[in-house]
């Protein structure tokens, strides 16, 4: 088991700044695929960005690229999310997630975690 807790959500301006952090517990992080996903109301939950175990594989949404970067702390147990030039668009509860992945395949799909947090919500105002 894996247990998963965001946390970095809040208001921002549209251009502006947030990080958000995702604190793992449990099994053996350096062995999981870390992703990011968000789900705005009425919509699917989407790929955002994920990361390989050693952090040297990263995908992004084209969405996203350029303005968002996700890396790990395996020594802290945390993934994080750095989102930069927010839009209003980008407005929607964000969730980390793990996939047991210990020869570096990154998953951009929802089926292919094992494991979700709680979420935690980004607001973007025009």
């Known amino acids: 088991q894996v247990q998963l807790v965001e946390s970095g959500g809040g208001l921002v301006q549209a251009g502006g700044s947030l990080r958000l952090s995702c604190a793992a517990s449990?099994?053996?992080?350096?062995?999981?695929?870390m992703g990011w996903f968000r789900q705005a109301p009425g919509k699917e939950r989407e790929f955002v960005a994920a990361i390989s175990w050693s952090g040297s594989n990263t995908h992004y949404a084209d969405s996203v690229k350029g303005r968002f970067t996700i890396s790990r702390d395996n020594a802290k147990n945390t993934v994080y999310l750095q989102m930069n030039s927010l839009k209003p668009e980008d407005t929607a509860v964000y969730y980390c997630?793990?996939?047991?992945?210990?020869?570096?395949?990154?998953?951009?799909?929802?089926?292919?975690?094992?494991?979700w947090g709680q979420g935690t919500r980004v607001t973007v105002s025009s």
């Open positions: 449990g099994r053996t992080f350096s062995s999981y695929a």
């Open positions: 997630a793990a996939d047991w992945s210990p020869f570096g395949v990154v998953g951009v799909t929802t089926e292919k975690y094992d494991y």
